[in-house]
C-alpha cells in the first residue's frame, strides 16, 4: 500500500504539471504546483496516521489541531469524537510524527481540523481515493478500519502488553483486545521462561 500511495503522490504531481503546460502555452492563470507541498491532498496523511496511530477513521475527520501536541508528540483523542466517549491519548511515533508535522506545514493555518475537505468542512468520506487506492494495489476485502487491526497486531507482534494496547485503541471492553492476544507467543514464552531461572536461597530467621 505504501508503494501505491507514492506512485500516487507522482502521478498527481505528474496531471498537474501536465495540466500547467497547457494553461500555459493558452496563456490561463496556472494551478498551485504540487511540487512544493508535501503531499498532493489529504489521502497519504490520512493512511499513514491511522497506521501509526490506530486512529478510527470518524476520530481522524475530527481530529482538531488544537488535540496535536508537538512539543509531547502526543495526539489526543477527545471524548466527544471517541467511540467509547472517553479522552485517550496517543504517542507519535517518528512517522505520525513527521507526517502531522509535514501536513500542517502546508494547510491553513486557519483551519481548526486537521483535515478539512475543499470548501472547509468536515470529510464524511473518503470512500472514492480509497477504494481507487486499493484498486491500483490490487488490494482486495480490505477496508480502513483495517489499519486499525494492523496497528494492533503490529504492537502486539512486538511484545507490547495487551492493556497498553487497550489503552491506545480506546476499547472500552478489555475482551475486544484480546483477540491480539495469539500473535505474542514468543512474549509469552519469555514470560514463562521466568520461572526456569535458579531460585534464590531463601534463608528462614526466627523471630521472637
Known sequence: MRAQLKKREDRMRNERDTANQWRRERGRELLPSLRAVPFTDHLMPMVLL?????????????????????????????AETAK??????????????????????????????????EDGARFDNVNSSWKKLLDDAKIVDFRWHDMRHHFA????????????????????????????????????????????????????????
Open 153 to 208: 497486531s503490529r504492537l502486539a507482534m512486538g511484545a507490547v502488553d495487551l492493556n497498553t494496547i487497550r489503552e491506545l485503541l480506546g476499547h472500552s471492553d478489555y475482551a475486544m483486545t484480546l483477540r491480539y492476544a495469539h500473535l505474542a507467543p514468543e512474549h509469552k514464552r519469555e514470560a514463562v521462561e521466568v520461572l526456569d531461572k535458579p531460585r534464590p536461597h531463601l534463608k528462614i530467621v526466627a523471630t521472637n
Open 50 to 78: 491511522s497506521l501509526n496511530t490506530g486512529m478510527r477513521r470518524g476520530e481522524l475527520f475530527d481530529l482538531k489541531w488544537a488535540h496535536v501536541n508537538f512539543d509531547r508528540r502526543i495526539v489526543t483523542v477527545s
Open 84 to 117: 467509547s466517549r472517553k479522552t485517550r491519548h496517543i504517542p507519535l511515533n517518528a512517522e505520525a510524527y513527521e507526517t502531522l508535522k509535514s501536513w500542517r506545514s502546508q494547510c491553513d493555518l486557519g483551519n481548526s481540523r486537521v483535515f478539512e475537505s
